[in-house]
């Protein structure tokens, strides 16, 4: 799922303007030279998403806790920061997603 602001992504659910946020890594990018995205966990929605500055939002995975979130992205800030790492947390988000 996608929004087209975070705007738009925190208007939609008035509990993602909570206090938690657990940010890893905000040098995320894809394959092309776009901006960077950053990644977070919202603690009361449990949703961990991909935020692009003044861009969309994509929501990576649902009904996770962070340790599970913590442990599906180890070793994530040896990976964030490099040209084509959005793919990588993209893929394990994935993983978390299917066992939510």
Known sequence: MQWTSEESFRAADHRRCGPL??????????ASDEDPWRVVWLEATAELVAVQFDGPVNLLAVAVDRPAVERGLRGWWQVCGHRGSLPWVEHRAADLASKG
């Open 21 to 30: 946020e657990v940010e890893f890594g905000s040098r995320w990018f894809g």
